[in-house]
């Protein structure tokens, strides 16, 4: 493995430990890393997709073993969601347009990041109306997989802003929703794309280790805020690089 696959091997490996830490899988993070390589943006989506599956069935198995999961919050969103990823994912878009929209999603969550959205930890669960529900979950899954993303960075200040659900059954949630609306996304590229395993291979290992290391830490009690932030001032760099290219 040659230093620059180590490099960014170790980028992916924070990448996954921070993301995955709250119950997401680090999809936006993953684009903002393979931005710097000379891949395609189908190369990109489909390669962030993937790492995403992965990490974030690690930190969805954590989260449930420790009992934060609300199948109730979640399965109204995932019906929404997913035949919108699928949808999404079967769409063709200029480089331009796409670089355009990564940038900001990017900047999108570099402010997730910055922002301490811990909520109210004694808040109870009030389920959303229907519409609300059908209406943000089809918006973030076409968008995360026209993108490449999981739609974490979407949904989880969705639902502690509007006070649905406490902090770690937000991450609970979270990470089911990215899992399920990663593989909607990717079956969907799929059908009129071809997945290069030569660019994802050498990072599944980064992103399995911190994937678990973060997920660990995060369903037991973990809040790397500084980190999380230096993360946020990468995501901003990745953002100005693309609509610079």
């Known amino acids: 493995m040659e230093l620059n696959d180590l490099l960014f091997g170790a980028l992916i490996f924070i990448v996954a430990l921070l993301y995955s830490s709250v119950g997401h899988g680090g999809a936006s993070g993953y684009l903002a890393i393979l931005s710097f390589l000379s891949i395609s943006p189908n190369q990109m989506s489909t390669t962030s997709l993937v790492l995403n599956i992965l990490v974030s069935t690690i930190s969805f198995i954590f989260?449930?073993?420790?009992?934060?999961?609300?199948f109730k919050l979640t399965l109204p969103f995932i019906l929404a969601s997913v035949p919108a990823a699928f949808l999404g994912g079967l769409l063709h878009i200029e480089a331009k347009t796409?670089?355009?929209?990564?940038a900001m999603v990017l900047i999108l969550a570099s402010v997730h990041l910055f922002i301490n959205f811990q909520g109210d930890k004694k808040v109870k669960i009030q389920l959303?109306?229907?519409?609300?529900?059908?209406?943000s979950g089809a918006g973030i899954g076409f968008i995360s997989g026209l993108i490449g993303l999981g739609g974490g960075i979407f949904l989880s200040p969705l639902?502690?802003?509007m006070k649905w659900?406490?902090?770690?059954?937000?991450s609970a949630s979270s990470a089911f929703f990215i899992l399920v609306n990663s593989i909607s996304g990717l079956c969907g590229k799929a059908v009129s794309n071809s997945?290069?395993?030569g660019v994802l291979t050498p990072f599944i290992f980064f992103a399995l280790s911190g994937g678990f290391l973060g997920s660990y830490l995060g369903s037991?009690?973990?809040?790397p805020q500084v980190?999380?932030?230096?993360?946020?001032?990468?995501l901003i760099i990745a953002a100005l690089k693309l609509i610079l290219r």
């Open 63 to 70: 989260y449930l073993r420790e009992g934060y999961f609300s």
């Open 98 to 102: 796409y670089y355009l929209l990564l």
């Open 128 to 135: 959303p109306k229907l519409y609300l529900i059908l209406s």
């Open 159 to 161: 639902i502690i802003l």
């Open 165 to 170: 659900a406490d902090p770690k059954v937000t």
């Open 195 to 197: 997945i290069d395993f």
């Open 220 to 223: 037991k009690k973990f809040s």
């Open 227 to 234: 980190l999380k932030r230096m993360l946020g001032i990468v």
